[in-house]
Every structure is written in C-alpha cells, then in structure tokens.
C-alpha cells in the first residue's frame, strides 16, 4: 500500500500570507496527486488533480507542484475563506488521502 | 450538473451489515472512463477510500476490508450500492460517494453519519 504523509498538520498563518503544505507519498506516483479542501461538516473539494491541473472555478491562488514521491500545495496569498482542512491523495495505485492539515487564521 | 446523495440507515448494531445506496444524476455509469466511489471519514479523522465500480462492472476494493465490502451499480436507476458485513463502532463514520473521472474524484455526495451502536 502507498502511504501518504502531510506536513504540518496544522498551521496558523496571517491574512496574505503564503503558505505550504507538504505530502510524500511513500513511493513514486508520478503525477496522480489529487489535493481537497475540507470545510467542517462538508465534503471534500477537490483543487487539484495530476499534481498541478487547477480544477476550474478554484482561485489561481492555489497552486501545486511536484512530482515522483514530494508534493506541494501553495496558497499564494492566503484568505479568510481558506480556513479549512487540505488533503492530498495519490490515485496512482487505488486510493489513498494523507492525514490532512488544519490552516488556521491568525 | 453532477450530483450525488448517499441514503441509507444512521444507526445500525455491532454485527449487523450495513447497506448505502449513491443515487447520482448528471452522469452515465455506462460511460467509459466513469466509475463510483465510496469514501468515509470517522468523526474527527482523515478521509479513508473504501470502494469503487467502473463503468465496465471493474470493481476495487480497500485490501484490509476487502472480505467485508461489497459494491454493485444498477446503471438504469442511477444508483451505487456499498454493502459493508460485520459493523463494529469503529465503523462508525461519515460515509461519501463520489463521481470518479479517470480516477480522480472530482463530484461528492454531501455525506451520511452512519453510527454504530447497540
């Protein structure tokens, strides 16, 4: 089974700010990474898919980049709206979410 | 549009099996690339895939609970059924059906909290 490992697992940044959430994925899964964006009591959004392919109506201020086994997903400038829990998941082999990570406003 | 809603009971009892239904519109379980997905969320805690059936009956199943799931799609009514045997309290959680495109789940079904308690 691929594993899936976030970082950190929550993260308190200001207004504007930029901020990284890290996920390594225990072997290589080329570009099938998929990134969400949970809020409390929702389902999951999906952002991104094949690593970097922004889905269509999410703001450009997402962004994710990597490739192999390392991953980043970057919000360029953070808003209040992104309060919220972010997984990543690989779909190279079945299925599998990382832990999550918790963005907090400051 | 896609959407998909998941039914089912809220409450079942420890050894009981479990039956949800995913009444999707919006798409075809008949076209190709297409498959149906279940996915759930103990309260508190990370998403975890359970199942999903492509649209050629190709079925896929989560290797530890393998021998418990059962997934099974009746493409003229638009519905995905996810049979899980032998419920525990550890099952209980928020339960997800999502539209898979080439894999990628891109439309979810608003969830159903399915506890397990005597």
């Known amino acids: 089974d691929i594993q899936m490992t976030q970082s950190p697992s929550t993260l308190s940044a200001s207004l504007g700010d930029r901020v990284t959430i890290s996920c390594r994925a225990s072997?290589?899964?080329?570009?099938?990474l998929a990134w969400f964006q949970q809020k409390p009591g929702k389902a999951p959004k999906l952002l991104i898919h094949?690593?970097?392919s922004l889905e269509s109506g999410v703001p450009s201020r997402f962004s994710g980049s990597g490739s192999g086994t390392e991953f980043t997903l970057t919000i360029s400038s953070l808003q209040a709206d992104d309060s919220a829990t972010y997984y990543c998941?690989?779909?190279?082999?079945?299925?599998?979410f990382g832990q999550g990570t918790k963005v907090e406003i400051k | 549009q896609i959407t998909l809603k998941e039914s089912g009971p809220t409450l079942v009892k420890p050894t009981q099996t479990l039956t949800l239904t995913c009444t999707f519109s919006?798409?075809?379980?008949?076209?190709?690339?297409?498959?149906v997905g279940w996915i759930r969320q103990p309260p508190g805690k990370a998403l975890e895939w359970l199942a999903l059936i492509y649209w050629n009956d190709d079925k896929r199943y989560r290797a530890s609970l393998k021998s418990r799931l059962t997934i099974t799609k009746d493409t003229s009514k638009n519905q995905v059924v996810l049979g899980m045997t032998n419920m525990d309290p550890v099952d209980t959680a928020t339960y997800f059906c999502?539209?898979?495109?080439?894999?990628?789940?891109?439309?979810w079904g608003q969830g159903i909290l399915v506890t397990v308690s005597s």
């Open positions: 072997q290589s899964i080329n570009n099938w």
């Open positions: 999502s539209h898979s495109q080439t894999d990628v789940f891109d439309f």
């Open positions: 094949k690593g970097s």
């Open positions: 998941q690989q779909y190279n082999s079945y299925w599998t």
């Open positions: 919006g798409f075809s379980l008949s076209t190709i690339g297409v498959g």
